[in-house]
């Protein structure tokens, strides 16, 4: 029984990140967000500057304005976490 108790106290403790290492993590979660996000909008763009097709060009124009506004949004929120500049990998 005392194995088991030690256990889940050593995966407890473990599992608590410090709070540098939490903020650390937000930032670059943060950052992925507006990777993938700008990733989606140039496609979009492309779609739109291509304009083979109406129907595809009218939902690439109202996805890209959705993810504008997500980006706006995200980087108000990176701003209000404190992130530093780009973190690169």
């Given at each position: 029984m005392k194995g088991w108790r030690a256990a889940c106290w050593s995966l407890i403790l473990l599992g608590i990140p410090a709070a540098g290492r939490a903020e650390f993590d937000q930032c670059r979660l943060i950052d992925q967000v507006l990777?993938?996000?700008?990733?989606?909008?140039?496609?979009?763009?492309?779609?739109?500057?291509?304009?083979?097709?109406?129907?595809a060009v009218a939902a690439a124009s109202d996805a890209l304005a959705e993810q504008n506004e997500s980006y706006r949004r995200t980087k108000r929120q990176r701003a209000k976490a404190g992130c530093d500049g780009w973190q690169r990998d």
């Open positions: 990777n993938r996000l700008g990733n989606a909008m140039a496609i979009n763009r492309l779609i739109i500057a291509e304009g083979k097709d109406s129907t």
